[in-house]
Nanobody
Framework: QVQLVESGGGLVQAGGSLRLSCAAS????????MGWFRQAPGKEREFVAT????????SYADSVKGRFTISRDNAKNMVYLQMNSLKPEDTAVYYC??????????????WGQGTQVTVSS
């Protein structure tokens, strides 16, 4: 079992930045690829970014490419999502997930409870 807890969400103006953190406990985080997903009101959960177990490979949704950066610190059992140049359409609940290196949520076994990000125009 892996327990994931996200933090760092909040309210920010368009163009601003936020850094989300995901703290893991239980099994060693380095056993899993990690992903960030988000879900806006009335919409399905969507892929944001993923990072390989060792952190050398990353992949992003086209909508966030060049603005968001996923990273991890396996020694600290932490995963991060640096979000720059935020737009109102980035408003959503952001979820951290552990599992396969994939853009599909079904490939992830463990999920956090989510953290709200609200971007005002």
């Amino acid at each position: 079992q892996v327990q994931l807890v996200e933090s760092g969400g909040g309210l920010v103006q368009a163009g601003g930045s936020l850094r989300l953190s995901c703290a893991a406990s239980g099994r060693t985080l380095s056993n899993y690829a990690m992903g960030w997903f988000r879900q806006a009101p009335g919409k399905e959960r969507e892929f944001v970014a993923t990072i390989s177990r060792g952190g050398k490979a990353t992949s992003y949704a086209d909508s966030v490419k060049g603005r968001f950066t996923i990273s991890r610190d396996n020694a600290k059992n932490m995963v991060y999502l640096q979000m720059n140049s935020l737009k109102p359409e980035d408003t959503a609940v952001y979820y951290c997930a552990a599992g396969g290196w994939s853009m599909f949520s079904t490939e992830y076994d463990y999920w956090g409870q989510g953290t709200q990000v609200t971007v005002s125009s």
